[in-house]
């Protein structure tokens, strides 16, 4: 196989991105909320450009065969970019040699990944040196896809002391505010007692969807002022929850800082905040990441993993606008549970990840 120039081609090709128009102006009632020692009462935001678009009127998820349908729209410009060249790849009367370097290259600009798609290929061509149609070569795609995404095993969650904390972290713009309030109006349609600590201080609008999506969680929410130290809100929020016998706490943090402190550090400290209340906080770091863009995610699960240590992954915007392949690679470079995927900014778009649902989808 000519490798090589494949690759190079692949590097030369550009994907555009779909950019999601503001949403119109909104006025919100907001709810109590903590702020240091005081209680007070906000009584109107204004959301800002940014809001929360689409955002449902009930709170009620549509059953799964409703996601399926919203993950397979999601999925269709990849689904049709693998399986329909495919089967124009055997109509032409492309060679086999061809025919292996064409799957690699649209494999790699599907998202995949140039090391996943190497892997793949060589398991390929080991198993089924022979494929005649086809059925057969997209059949044999679909299981080698499979078991690269049953690599993960998401560990078993250990039994902790209430409230159970969760701390959120992701760069600016991949939907953390969002993920939260689906994440929170979740654990409030299960029965738990949810808390959300805003500590993304340095961006206010922010704080404003938060208080917005408390609201229709049902849900209580920790602020401070703007600009306020993270890790003192992040603090304050715990114990807030262990005061008000909370079953969960999602802790907001921040993107990307504007003062010379490194995100990184800063998120370092909020670690330590929150452990001062509970040794064994945060139980979880949710790192959420825009699958549209693609294997720069990869860049990013390094990047917060090595500084705070990853335990799960979300994965938004899994819309037409992204290529699905980025799920394949995230699964087989890391050893960290992709435990949520988003296919829109509806409340049902945020989903827990099924490996087979997925592949079903895509294939």
């Known amino acids: 196989m000519k490798g090589n120039r494949i690759i190079m081609g692949w590097f030369k090709k550009k994907s555009k991105q779909d950019r999601k128009t503001p949403s119109e102006q909104k006025t919100h009632k907001a709810t109590e909320v903590f702020e240091e020692d005081e209680t007070v009462t906000i009584n109107m935001f204004q959301e800002s450009d940014e809001g929360i678009p689409g955002y449902p009127a009930g709170f009620q998820s549509e059953p799964d065969s409703g996601f399926v349908r919203h993950l397979r729209k999601g999925l269709s410009k990849t689904r049709e970019f693998l399986t329909t060249d495919i089967e124009n790849l055997?109509?032409?009367?492309?060679?086999?040699?061809?025919?292996?370097?064409e799957i690699e290259e649209r494999l790699i600009t599907s998202d995949i990944g140039v090391q996943t798609t190497m892997d793949i290929m060589e398991n390929i061509s080991k198993k089924f040196p022979k494929i005649s149609n086809p059925d057969q070569l997209k059949a044999v795609l679909k299981e080698?896809?499979?078991?690269?995404?049953?690599?993960?095993?998401?560990?078993?969650?250990?039994?902790?002391?209430?409230?159970?904390?969760?701390?959120?972290?992701?760069?600016?713009g991949v939907g953390k505010t969002t993920t939260i309030g689906k994440l929170a109006a979740k654990s409030s349609d299960e029965g738990k007692k949810v808390l959300?600590?805003?500590?993304?201080?340095?961006?206010?609008?922010?704080?404003?969807?938060?208080?917005?999506?408390?609201?229709?969680?049902?849900?209580?929410?920790v602020r401070h002022r703007d600009n306020a130290d993270p890790a003192a809100v992040a603090y304050d929020g715990v114990e807030a929850a262990v005061a008000r016998g909370k079953d969960i706490v999602f802790v907001d943090t921040a993107g990307r800082l504007h003062t010379k402190i490194s995100l990184m550090e800063e998120l370092k400290k909020i670690r330590r905040a929150l452990s001062k209340k509970i040794p064994d906080a945060p139980h979880e770091v949710l790192l959420v990441l825009d699958a549209t863009t693609g294997q720069n995610a990869l860049s990013q699960v390094r990047l917060f993993n090595n500084a705070i240590g990853v335990t799960g992954i979300a994965l938004t915007k899994l819309d037409?606008?992204?290529?699905?392949?980025?799920?394949?690679?995230?699964?087989?470079?890391?050893?960290?549970?992709?435990?949520?995927?988003?296919?829109?900014?509806?409340?049902?778009?945020?989903?827990?990840?099924?490996?087979?649902l997925f592949a079903d989808a895509l294939f």
């Open 90 to 101: 055997f109509k032409s009367g492309t060679t086999m040699e061809d025919l292996w370097e």
């Open 144 to 172: 080698e896809i499979i078991s690269l995404l049953n690599t993960q095993t998401a560990a078993p969650e250990k039994a902790t002391a209430k409230p159970h904390v969760v701390m959120i972290v992701g760069i600016n």
């Open 196 to 221: 959300i600590a805003a500590a993304d201080t340095f961006r206010a609008a922010a704080i404003e969807q938060l208080v917005i999506w408390a609201e229709k969680a049902g849900a209580d929410i």
């Open 320 to 356: 037409g606008t992204a290529k699905g392949g980025i799920v394949v690679s995230i699964c087989s470079t890391f050893d960290i549970p992709l435990k949520y995927i988003g296919v829109g900014e509806q409340l049902e778009d945020l989903h827990d990840f099924d490996p087979a």
